[in-house]
């Protein structure tokens, strides 16, 4: 059965993430939070999913093109998944980089504690 453009063309949050057995796949607990604040974004209508995933997609495209001659080179999903997150949430202006990088020393602080 085909799908019709209308199912096609809405994606759930996540629907091309990493999968073990159907479950999400986080190796960190860093991944799952930065999954959880797109999934929040998108909930409460702050963006919609689409506009986080086209990043996504670029992120993909931008690592694929400067490693692609680099065969020791590993392929981090969720470290793409956090470049667009971070994109996403500067360009909308509801973050600055500096403020990203101070919540991201106090989550670095809060797991070594």
Request: proline letters at 3%; one cysteine or more.
């Amino acid at each position: 059965m085909a799908a019709t453009a209308s199912s096609s063309d809405q994606r759930a949050v996540g629907e091309d993430a990493p999968r073990r057995n159907g479950e999400l796949v986080f190796e960190e607990p860093w991944q799952s939070r930065a999954f959880g604040i797109v999934v929040a974004l998108t909930e409460n209508k702050t963006c919609e999913y689409e506009e986080f995933r086209q990043r996504l997609i670029t992120s993909i495209g931008q690592w694929d093109q400067t490693h692609a001659a680099t065969p020791q080179a590993v392929y981090q999903y969720y470290e793409r998944w956090l470049e667009s997150l971070e994109r996403l949430v500067t360009e909308r202006g509801l973050l600055t980089e500096r403020e990203i990088q101070r919540r991201v020393n106090h989550l670095h602080e809060s797991d070594h504690h």
